[in-house]
């Protein structure tokens, strides 16, 4: 499963029409997309504050980081919805 926190990201590989704004996108998305075609993996959306890699993509406050590093660290995954 790759959990996603941009609705965008998953309609894009959800649905494989090709739009005007979307046809620069590389080849990685249409094999994204196949493999979720494939069942090999799925898309889920993730809520922002329950994303850990939203520390190595954007800033975020002390307190965030140390949560989420520390959900890393001892192995906290998104099942502690």
Do not use: C
Request: aromatic share 6%.
């Amino acid at each position: 499963t790759i959990f996603e926190d941009n609705q965008g990201t998953i309609h894009l590989v959800n649905n494989p029409v090709h739009h005007r704004r979307s046809k620069h996108i590389d080849l990685r998305w249409h094999y994204i997309r196949d493999k979720q075609e494939l069942g090999i993996i799925k898309m889920e959306k993730v809520h922002t504050d329950l994303n850990h890699a939203d520390i190595f993509t954007k800033p975020v406050s002390l307190a965030v980081f140390r949560r989420h590093v520390g959900a890393i660290m001892h192995g906290v995954g998104l099942d502690a919805r």
